[in-house]
């Protein structure tokens, strides 16, 4: 099976004022099909600027990096579009929900850019809102709703598309103790019962201690986790 994520020499570079800026300095490591890794450090650490390239939201200044088994390096714009909205979900700290549109419109919002019928997106939005224990809210607008609902449409709106990969930015950084527990509890469930690889991007230990390996950063590479920057083991 093809893995997940693939990350050879990850580079990414940015140019402030002349100056490049290192903010990965050649990061390596695969997540595998249904893995559930948590990717740990503090704020600079470079965390964040991985997680948009492993969610193809950016591109690589150098080294490998292969999305579901295809190296973005060769993708234009539109394919790379495609391969996202295919292949990773997201779910973010901020939800970020349509505020007018109802939580089934909010999930259904990425079947519309696969040309799907109205009628199944629906279907498909309905079904993915009651996995997420929300079909009682279907017709509600985000501000009709707890914070730990929000996320919850937005969980449901990252897996409505089944991708292969979840991509969760701080998950719980919005939520209080009671609901972070039951939202993690819930991304849990999804990545042992339906195999989606889930990677949690997050500064809390507590959160990351809970998968079942962690990728620890520092000053933009992998200090401690299942392969180091430069390719050494851990």
Known sequence: MTAALVAEQVRRDYALDGVTVPALKGVSFTVEAGDYVAIIGPSGSGKSTLM????????????????????????????????????????????????????????ALPLVYRGMRAAERRRRAIAMLERVGLGHRLDHRPNQLSGGEQQRVAIARALVTDPQVL???????????????????????LNREQGVALVIVTHDREVAERADRQIVMRDGEIVSGPERSGGEGA
């Not at 701080?170 to 849990?188: H, I, S």
């Open 52 to 107: 948009h390239l492993l969610g193809g939201l950016d591109r690589p200044t150098a080294g490998k990096l292969l999305i579901g088994g295809r190296d973005v390096a060769g993708l234009g714009p539109e394919d790379l579009a495609r391969l996202r909205n295919e292949t990773i979900g997201f779910v973010f700290q901020s939800f970020h929900l349509l505020a007018r549109t109802s939580a089934v419109e909010n999930v």
């Open 167 to 189: 991509l969760a930015d701080e998950p719980t950084g919005n939520l209080d103790t009671k609901n972070g527990q039951a939202v993690l509890a819930l991304l849990e469930a």
